[in-house]
């Protein structure tokens, strides 16, 4: 059987070798509880001081003001009712801002605090899914607490303006806390929280081959936040829970190792990727581009497109049958009846939303692997249309 191709790495990454192995130092050597006050304790609690360093210096920020969660979900939840919460305790009002394309992390967050009193903006965004910056400007007003928007979305790979929409809403109403989903753009994009000018934001290990469930969610000084795990006294107590040592350790160092390569290792997905975007409008008829057509617009990895009169899940399954790994959009929506939001946020017909696929690259795919999807997919596609076309 041919190798496995796998290109869906906006879902998760492999673990990095080195990451592996500062994890398994932990497992092996490492494993005493941080909160401990003996020789184990202790050193663990060096080694989670030494990754908060890392992870702070990486981001430019103080050791602080990074707090470590079980991953991009669990950031995103605490940062917006961390904020939301603390600044109604405060008296500054209970509206939300955020867009219609975040990941459901987001979303069912802000619905969730919708239920409980709070009032919500979903802002529009235009046929490449960038949000409007005279939209959000309207938007935010003297009750307006929270606003999200994220770095780069999970299924488009299409990039926002957050340091301008920060500057936007911070002149509108200096007291709004300013949260980005950095999950997809960490890594591959500079996201030091001090040159978006954001409040809080999200990362996860997993998208950046580090591990999965671990995460951190950076919280600037003097943020009005509060928890959302309550318990023990962890982190300052700001995320109560015996701390995943070795995956916070194998998220510093993933994180370490993208900021290092970062310049390699975007230049080789992004000529891997362009090989997809410019080549597979040539090879399959009736192939609709989503997301920014301009490659620098959009994460450097990221590929998605909607091919006309074809089912999306039966794209996959041919794909998979043909050792190829691809998703539709995000892994969250695969299986849904429902259309992507992301993609009929921008207009996307719901039909066409339906044949969607997103294939994500990595820095350890090969051009003979695109070179496979470029063959495999024509003839996977023009039989399902022709299958479509007989029933
Ligand atoms: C943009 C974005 N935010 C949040 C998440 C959730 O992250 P996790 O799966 O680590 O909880 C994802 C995962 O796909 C994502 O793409």
Redesign the pocket.
């Known amino acids: 059987m041919a190798e496995r191709v796998y290109l869906d790495h906006?879902?998760?990454t492999p673990v990095d070798e080195q990451v592996l192995e500062a994890m398994w130092r932990v497992y092996t050597d490492t494993w005493g509880n941080p909160s401990s006050i003996y020789l184990e304790g202790q050193q663990a609690r060096r080694a989670l001081d030494a990754a908060r360093k890392l992870c702070a210096d990486l981001l430019g920020a103080s050791p602080k003001e990074i707090v470590f969660t079980?991953?991009?979900?669990?950031?995103?939840n605490a940062a917006i009712r961390g904020a939301a919460l603390a600044q109604r305790d405060l008296g500054r009002g209970s509206h939300l801002v955020t867009t219609q394309i975040?990941?459901?992390?987001?979303l069912h967050t802000v619905e969730q605090l919708e239920r409980e009193g709070f009032r919500a903006t979903y802002l529009p965004v235009d046929a490449e899914g960038v949000i409007d910056l005279a939209a959000l400007e309207a938007a935010v007003g003297p009750e307006t607490t929270v606003v999200s928007v994220?770095?780069?979305?999970?299924?488009v790979g299409t990039i926002q303006p957050v340091a301008e929409a920060a500057r936007v809403a911070k002149a509108k109403n200096p007291q709004v806390v300013v949260h980005t989903?950095?999950?997809?753009?960490a890594g591959a994009l500079d996201v030091r929280p001090g040159a978006l000018g954001v409040d809080l934001l999200?990362v996860?290990?997993?998208?950046l081959y580090g591990p999965?469930?671990?995460?951190l969610l950076y919280v600037k000084n003097r943020t009005p936040w509060q928890p959302l795990l309550l318990g023990g006294s962890q982190e300052k107590e700001r995320r109560a829970g015996t701390e995943n040592l070795a995956g916070v350790v194998g998220l510093a160092t993933a994180l370490k190792l993208a900021c290092d390569e970062r310049e390699e290792r975007n230049a080789r997905v992004r000529a891997l990727r362009d090989r997809l975007l410019f080549g597979m409008p040539e090879r399959v008829p009736d192939t609709v581009i989503t997301g920014p057509t301009d490659p620098a617009r959009r994460l450097p990895n990221s590929f998605s497109c909607c091919f006309r009169n074809v089912e999306g899940e039966s794209v996959l399954l041919a794909l998979d049958l043909a050792g190829i790994a691809a998703s539709s959009g995000?892994?969250?929506t695969t299986g849904a009846l429902e259309p992507s939001h992301v993609l009929t946020a921008m207009g996307v017909e719901p039909d066409l939303a339906h044949a969607s696929l997103r294939l994500t690259v990595g820095h350890e795919n090969t051009d003979a692997e695109i070179d496979r999807v470029l063959e495999t997919l024509p003839e996977i596609v023009s039989r399902l249309r022709a299958l479509a076309g007989s029933a």
């Open positions: 906006a879902a998760t079980s991953g991009g979900t669990e950031s995103d975040e990941h459901h992390a987001v994220m770095t780069a979305n999970n299924e989903d950095a999950v997809q753009a999200s996860a290990a997993h998208k999965k469930g671990v995460g995000s892994a969250c």
